[in-house]
């Protein structure tokens, strides 16, 4: 089974910061890995398909990017509304999500 | 609007089965795969079980093979999971969720029926 590690798994930043946030898989996953965004007590919201593809309806200071078993969701200018647990998901074999990073403001 | 609206949770003793229900609105049901995924209080997201449109393609998490079926019944637009021998680690928030085609992503979500298996 595939493993996914998000790093950090809790990450404190201020408003207009940029922001990394990592997703390692422990083989290679061939970029079908989507990124998922949970506010407290909502249900997930997609960000983030195959890699690098911008959900719609989702603000483009949203990035992702990577390859390989390195993955990366970049959040351009930390909003007070992004805060949130974000959690990486492969399919390329087998179905895992990562155990989330939670964002918080500083 | 794309609506999923869950139901059938509730109290279970551990080894009882419980039968959750994803009624689908505002799409087209029958075109598109869907999923059950859950979350343990104060845990991670746990993908459980996927459908295809026709269901002729099933999976299931290892954790709950031979214990849970996933199916759909097009016609009424409702997506089902039956739980059997439930475990203590069952207990979670259980979410359908749609998915869009094979690299669109989970793109909507119901919010949840939580399933609590306790004696």
């Known amino acids: 089974d595939i493993q996914m590690t998000q790093s950090p798994s809790l990450l404190s930043a201020s408003v207009g910061d940029r922001v990394t946030l990592n997703c390692k898989a422990s083989q290679n996953i061939n970029k079908n890995l989507e990124w998922y965004q949970q506010k407290l007590g909502e249900a997930p919201k997609l960000l983030i398909y195959?890699?690098?593809n911008l959900q719609t309806g989702i603000s483009s200071r949203f990035s992702g990017s990577g390859s390989g078993t390195d993955y990366t969701l970049t959040i351009s200018s930390l909003q007070p509304e992004d805060v949130a647990t974000y959690y990486c998901y492969q399919y390329n074999s087998g179905n895992t999500f990562g155990a989330g990073t939670k964002l918080e403001l500083k | 609007e794309v609506q999923l609206v869950e139901s059938g949770g509730g109290l279970v003793q551990p080894g009882r089965s419980l039968k959750l229900s994803c009624l689908a609105s505002?799409?087209?049901?029958?075109?598109?795969?869907m999923n059950w995924i859950r979350q343990a209080p104060g845990k991670g997201l746990e993908w459980v079980a996927s459908i295809s449109s026709s269901s002729s393609y099933i999976y299931y998490a290892d954790t709950v093979k031979g214990r849970f079926t996933i199916s759909r019944d097009n016609a009424k637009n409702t997506l089902y999971l039956q739980m059997t021998s439930l475990r203590s680690e069952d207990t979670a928030l259980y979410y359908c969720?749609?998915?869009?085609?094979?690299?669109?992503?989970?793109?909507?979500w119901g919010q949840g029926v939580m399933v609590t298996v306790s004696s």
């Open positions: 195959y890699t690098n």
């Open positions: 505002g799409f087209t049901f029958s075109n598109y795969g």
């Open positions: 969720a749609r998915r869009y085609g094979s690299y669109g992503g989970f793109d909507y």
